[in-house]
């Protein structure tokens, strides 16, 4: 006798299936599985097609979930690695403006001495004039006082 195609309710999740005339239904469960599994991104795609390669399907269901396990521990891991690498990238990020900070504090700091130097120098500059000028004026108040005697 010729087997044909059913469908199948289960009870609890009110999930319908096809199952097919050459399929059984723990094969229809286990693909679902399998699908459900790779749309949720809990297993990669060749774990799907080791799964498909299993003929007892209690054994492929058993290793679906030790797949996923695995997948899970991969993605935390490389989860762990992210966010390590986001964490030593602020901290090369924040060390960098501390010293883009310091080195703004240090060229500031050396324009106020060289503004400083400057105004010094100008200083100078002003009393050395006002001296020679002060000079100038004392000789010439001299001569004027040479001449009215």
């Known amino acids: 006798m010729k087997r044909q195609e059913f469908s199948i309710k289960i ?4 999930d319908t299936f096809i199952v097919p005339a050459n399929k059984t239904i723990l094969d229809v469960l286990l ?4 699908q459900q599994a790779l ?12 799964l498909r390669e299993i003929r007892n399907v209690s054994l492929a ?11 899970q521990a991969r993605d935390r891991q ?19 403006a501390a010293q883009a900070d310091v080195q703004k504090q ?17 200083g100078m500059q002003k009393m050395q004039q006002e001296a020679e000028l002060k000079k100038q004026l004392m000789q010439m108040e001299f001569q004027m006082n040479m001449q009215l005697k």
Do not use: H, P
Not at 11 to 14: H, N
Not at 31 to 34: A, M, R, V
Not at 106 to 122: G, N, P, R
């Open 11 to 14: 009870a609890s999740t009110g």
């Open 61 to 71: 269901n058993q290793l679906l979930k030790i797949r996923r396990k695995e997948k």
């Open 31 to 34: 693909e679902n599985n399998i």
């Open 106 to 122: 240090q060229a500031m700091t050396q324009m106020e001495a060289q503004i400083e130097q400057v105004k010094s120098q100008l």
């Open 78 to 96: 490389l989860q762990m690695e992210n966010i390590q690498m986001q964490t030593q990238s602020n901290t090369q990020a924040a060390q960098a």
């Open 39 to 50: 749309q949720q991104n809990n297993i990669d795609l060749e774990d799907a097609i080791d």
